[in-house]
């Protein structure tokens, strides 16, 4: 469904480019995550993937289509909600529609079949300030949603949250992936985020880096936390975090 082919970027304030002919995959309905240390390029693959920035080298496609060609293939959603704080949980859901300009009666229908689905149909007339952390983070998904797009580019968007409330919130969104077969790409700096949601795990190592390492998740969906004590996957846990710590110090 994505693919990088070649593709090299360097941020013109840095002498050292942030990678060098990178190619990876991801495929339709996956649902992969990117790990690396602080700065090593993970969001610039996101702004690449959006056109925030402009390819230097190489190709970036989705369903086989350079990006420069296609609108509204991708949605994507950062660490902080960023809901309207003046309109309403319904207003802030419909905006995509708004600035598509659908038709206001099939806005508050798709509005309500996906509040329904996240679970906050009676918030619908609440204001942001509101809501709990863990819902706001609803609403902002039920938005990125409602886009349109197939690709959804998640970016830590859970690490501002708690720890009990990560954990729910990581179990809701594994549930609306499973009811909306959506791709999703996941930035996370929590291995164990990493390991719980994903099938495939790309690891960034180096700077500049010309591939990432890809590692196969080996755990059905659905998942459960009791899944996280199997040997294998406290195995790989360590063996992730293990080369994160190399690549730090690197």
């Known amino acids: 469904?994505?693919?990088?082919?070649?593709?090299?970027?360097?941020?013109?304030?840095?002498?050292?480019?942030?990678?060098?002919?990178?190619?990876?995959e991801v495929q339709d309905g996956e649902f992969a995550s990117i790990i690396g240390a602080s700065g090593c390029g993970k969001s610039t693959i996101f702004r690449l993937i959006n056109g925030l920035e402009?390819?230097?080298?190489?190709?970036?496609?989705?369903d086989g289509k350079?990006?420069?060609?296609?609108?509204?293939?991708?949605?994507?959603?950062?660490?902080?909600?960023?809901?309207?704080?003046?309109r309403t949980i319904e207003k802030n859901i419909c905006l995509p529609l708004e600035i598509a300009k659908v038709p206001k009666a099939?806005?508050?229908?798709?509005?309500?079949?996906?509040?329904a689905q996240v679970g906050l149909t009676?918030?619908?007339?609440?204001?942001?300030?509101?809501?709990?952390?863990?819902?706001?983070?609803r609403v902002a998904f039920a938005r990125t949603l409602l886009s349109g797009a197939d690709l959804l580019l998640l970016d830590e968007p859970f690490s501002a949250l708690d720890y009990l409330t990560r954990v729910d919130m990581q179990e809701w969104l594994l549930r609306q992936w499973s009811h909306y077969h959506k791709t999703i790409l996941f930035i996370t700096h929590d291995v164990e985020e990493a390991i719980f949601l994903s099938k495939t795990i790309f690891i960034i190592q180096d700077r500049p880096f010309s591939e990432m390492e890809r590692v196969e998740v080996p755990l059905a969906y659905p998942?459960?936390?009791?899944?996280?004590?199997?040997?294998?996957?406290?195995?790989?846990?360590?063996c992730l975090i293990k080369k994160l710590?190399?690549?730090?110090t690197l």
């Open 1 to 24: 469904m994505l693919r990088f082919e070649n593709v090299s970027f360097c941020y013109a304030q840095d002498d050292i480019s942030m990678m060098e002919h990178l190619h990876f």
């Open 54 to 62: 402009k390819l230097q080298e190489g190709s970036i496609t989705v």
């Open 66 to 86: 350079p990006v420069q060609e296609l609108k509204h293939y991708s949605a994507f959603m950062p660490q902080k909600d960023l809901l309207f704080p003046w």
């Open 106 to 115: 099939e806005q508050e229908q798709r509005c309500q079949e996906v509040l």
């Open 122 to 137: 009676e918030y619908r007339k609440k204001y942001p300030k509101d809501l709990s952390g863990g819902m706001k983070q």
């Open 223 to 238: 998942r459960n936390r009791e899944d996280l004590k199997r040997p294998d996957i406290v195995e790989l846990k360590e």
């Open 245 to 248: 710590r190399r690549s730090v």
